[in-house]
Structures are given as structure tokens and as C-alpha cells.
């Protein structure tokens, strides 16, 4: 049984190079029989998101700070073509929701390695065969329309070496500890006074594992007080 579903790295894996790179290599390494139908950049429109991808998260209290998260910068999209049993390895490939949790419960997923803390969770990918069939419904028109990117025309080899030429690209930047990172945010969860200290420190550490253009523009700084954010909300 063929199932389309959707596969993205976030932000937090864009703006930090290695992190990214080496997710979509233990995703490849880690799971057989996927065929990707596309690999492209899109900085997603809020409206999209908001009132489809997490459509069904609206009224959370989180619901703002996701979409306002995903909206905030570019993230690679792909569209990949697996078995049934792919949908549920991708997931265990990329482990527990919060990075927190699956470095204690799945020290060897993606999210557990690469993930910071909380929401800022490095990926998304679909979750069960009916979210695949939902989101691919979604995201396929989407991208054709955004993009001019038609699935049903791909040639997946040729996308494969697209994402293995990411991966080389990339692979050998410097990479922080999502440790330190999560030392940084607990800190802060226990003195919400430190916010613009801690926001500081993590701009430093984005500006290590990213590339000029990301501390120019000063997403790094806009990325930093997302990722405070998100551990803040969950004292409220």
C-alpha cells in the first residue's frame, strides 16, 4: 500500500545548517522504500498554516506561537512516497514530540539529537495514514500553486540527489549541543526575569551554526525569542 505524506524541516533545522542536514540523513539512512517527490523552500503563508496544516490545533494555547513559529522563515519541504509501514517508521525515526522527552525516551531519534526544547522540534512530519492523506491533500495543490511544483511530473532520483547535495553542503558546518541550548531555556522557565539575556546568548549560538545571510537580516535574533517563547508558554 502506497502512502503520500509530508515531511518538513522547520525553521530551527534551516537556520542551524548541520542539524538539518544530519536530520535528513538519519531520515534516508534510517528508513527504506521512500521515494521523494519533491525537496523545496518555501517561507509558508500564515493564512495556510493556520487555516489548514494546524487547522486542527486552533483554540490550543499554543496554537499563535506554532504558526507564528513555521510562518516565521523558510523550511524544506517534501512530499514522500512510502509503504504504510514507512508512515509510522518515519515518526519513530524522528521521535517523541518535545526533543526534551525523546532524549530521555529515544536517545537516538533525530528530535532527541537535533531538537532544542519544547515545540522547537526541528521537524514535522504526518503522523498516521489519514493525517498523510490530509496533509498531502493540502500541501501537493499548495506547492503547485506557490511554486509551480507538480508531484505527478517528479523524478525522484533527480530530487534524491537534490537532497543528497543539501546534505554534502552543509554536513561539515559547526554544530552547538541542543544541551546548552536546553540549559539556557530551563533557566529561564525557572526565572522568566532572564528572558532578554538567555534571547541574547541563543542569537550567539544560532549565529554559529548558520550562515551570514541568517545574522545579517537578523532572523537569528527574531528565531531566538520564538524559541524562548515557546518554553514561556508552558509556565502559563
Known sequence: MEITLVFFLKPDAVVRRYAGARSLRMLMDGVSDLEFLCFESIKPDRDFLA?????????????????????????????????????????????????????????????????????????HASDAIETAKEESSMWIPYL??????????????????????????????????????RELLRSVM??????????????????????KEFIMSGYTGELAKIIVESVLLRRK
Not at 163 to 180: A, F, H, K, L, Q
Open 51 to 123: 487555516d489548514q496544516h494546524y487547522a486542527v490545533h486552533k483554540g490550543k494555547f499554543f496554537f499563535d506561537w506554532l504558526v507564528g513559529y513555521v510562518a516565521s522563515g523558510q523550511i524544506l519541504v517534501s512530499i514522500i512516497r512510502t509503504t504504510k509501514e514507512g508512515v509510522y517508521k518515519i515518526r519513530e525515526v524522528l521521535g517523541p514530540t518535545f526533543p526534551e522527552k525523546a532524549e530521555i525516551e529515544a536517545p537516538n531519534t533525530i528530535r532527541a539529537r537535533y531538537g532544542i526544547m519544547a515545540g522547537v522540534n526541528i521537524a
Open 190 to 211: 525557572e526565572d522568566p526575569s532572564r528572558r532578554l539575556e538567555v534571547e541574547a546568548k541563543i542569537t550567539k549560538l544560532l549565529s554559529l551554526e548558520t550562515d
Open 144 to 181: 503547485k500553486e506557490k511554486l509551480g511544483v507538480d508531484v505527478n511530473e517528479a523524478n525522484p532520483r533527480v530530487i534524491e540527489d537534490r537532497i543528497e547535495g543539501y546534505i554534502s553542503t552543509y554536513i561539515d558546518y559547526p554544530m552547538v549541543d541542543p544541551i546548552r541550548y
